[in-house]
Structure formats: C-alpha cells, structure tokens
C-alpha cells in the first residue's frame, strides 16, 4: 500500500513538471518521521508546492480541450516593454479594436470604455499625457475639459492646431478616482502606446507630467531633473521633451514661462526634424 501511494504521489508530481530525485537504495522510513515539503524553484512555487500529506488522491486526466470552428480567436496581447519594440504587428484599426478588449490588468474591470489616442495618424508631433480623467472615459478622447483646452492652447503657441498631432495616453484606462497608474498597470499598457509609436514614426514626442515622462523614459528621476535636457525615446532615436502637465499648469500658473521655454525647444527640434 506505501508503494502504490508513493507512486501515485511521484505521478502527481511528474504531471506538474516537478522533477524528483530517487536515491537508488531509499532510506528505511520511520513512522514518526513528519512529512515534509518538496523543495521547488521559486519559479514554480504557484504551482509545485506541494506537501507529501496533500497528495492522497492521483489526479484525473483531462484531455486538452480542442479548438473548434466557433471558439472565438484570441485577441493578440501585449508583453513587457523591451527596448526592441512593441511586438505588435496590428496596424490602426486592428490596434484600436485589440486596445478595446484588453484585459491586461485590473483597470478592465471597471472601465466604461478605453480612450485609444485621437489626432492625426501622419502626426510628426506626438503628445502623451498620463491617464484618461472621468470626462475623457465619457467621452472617449484623451485631454478634454480645462486641462485640454489649455492644451489646445499650447498647440496654438507652437503653430499646431490640435488635429494636425496625435495625442495618447501612457494609460488607455481610466484609474478608480483618478489615482496615480501603478507600475504594474503601466507594464502592461506600454506595447499598445510602443505600437502606436511604431506606426507614427512622429519626429518629436513631448511628455507632460512626470507619470508620462517616467514611463517614456523608464526613468525615476523628478519631473524638475527629466525637463530642460534633451532625450530620445527607448532606442527609436525618436527625441522626447519633457514638460508640465496642463492639469498642473492650471494650478500653478507661475510656471507656464517653463513651459513655454519647453514648447519652444519642441518647435525647434521640429523644425530641424522637417529641414
């Protein structure tokens, strides 16, 4: 009986991919000797943790279940951000439709709709703010309401108006009551801004606040340190200027001769992008 039981938990063991060592001669096994756990990879301890007293019962096989002609395909998602690109191949309409439907992180749950990004899709300016507020979830487009008419108006300043640059997100979701992206969610939303780059080639991207600069950057630097200094985004080579969010421009009127300098830097490195 120990033998079958031994053998059922080895079984048990190999179906989860846990590889047991077997010495040739076993050890005599005392009664009061207590069972202990299998040391694992910490890999794989969600699933391979298993203690000797949990094992009793083999498990039933269930064979793989076969696709068929009216399951639905699954819908190509994200991975981590790498230096290499986004590892999307979606073109605009495939994108925005995959940005619809994903389920990458908890702010799906309850979400009322994404805001995929709106503007120009030849931009050569491309704008990233942080996360979509309560009107742009209603509305579906980023930077509406005084924070985006205030950008409207910085768009002006530098000679653009607001359909002739695509504006995004480093989030698609709104957040619960406007809090701060957790780095978990912004690890998971990248690729989809990552493609969105990859299909505007823009010549100048301009992150506002230090939420979008940070993840632009992969940088933890202040927001006081990442302005005034030229940088490029991942290795596109593509420059990228840091700035104030319009949302805090609002509150801190003081600071709009900073931005203003920014956005003059934009507009020159713009200018040589065209020449």
């Known amino acids: ?133 309560a009107d742009e979830e209603r509305l579906g487009e980023p930077f509406v309401g005084p924070a985006g008419g205030l950008l409207d108006n910085m768009l002006l300043a530098m000679g653009l108006a607001r359909e002739q640059v695509f504006i995004a997100n480093t989030l698609k979701c709104r957040p619960p009551r406007n809090r701060d992206p957790r780095p978990e969610e912004l690890r998971a939303c990248a690729p989809w801004l990552q493609r969105q780059v990859e299909l505007l080639q823009p010549g100048l991207i301009l992150a506002l606040g230090r939420v979008a600069a940070q993840s632009l950057l992969a940088s933890d630097e202040p927001l006081g340190r990442l302005r005034g200094r030229a940088h490029h985004y991942g290795a596109t080579g593509i420059p990228l200027l840091v700035s104030y969010h319009p949302a805090y421009l609002l509150r801190m009127p003081s600071e709009k001769a900073k931005a203003w300098q920014d956005l003059k830097r934009g507009m020159a490195l713009l200018r040589r992008e065209a020449a």
């Open 1 to 133: 009986m120990a033998d079958a039981a031994e053998q059922r938990r080895l079984n048990y063991l190999a179906r989860l991919g846990v590889d047991v060592w077997v010495p040739r001669e076993p050890a005599a096994r005392t009664e009061a000797a207590p069972a202990t756990a299998i040391p694992v990879e910490a890999s794989s301890v969600e699933t391979a943790s298993v203690e000797t007293a949990s094992v009793e019962t083999a498990p039933v096989d269930v064979p793989p279940t076969q696709p068929t002609e009216s399951s639905p395909q699954p819908q190509p998602q994200p991975q981590p951000w790498v230096a290499g690109g986004s590892g999307l191949t979606q073109d605009w309409p495939e994108l925005a439709a995959a940005v619809s439907g994903c389920r990458q992180c908890g702010l799906c749950e309850g979400r009322t709709q994404t805001v995929f990004g709106s503007g120009a899709r030849d931009a050569r300016l491309l704008v990233v703010g942080e996360a979509p507020g």
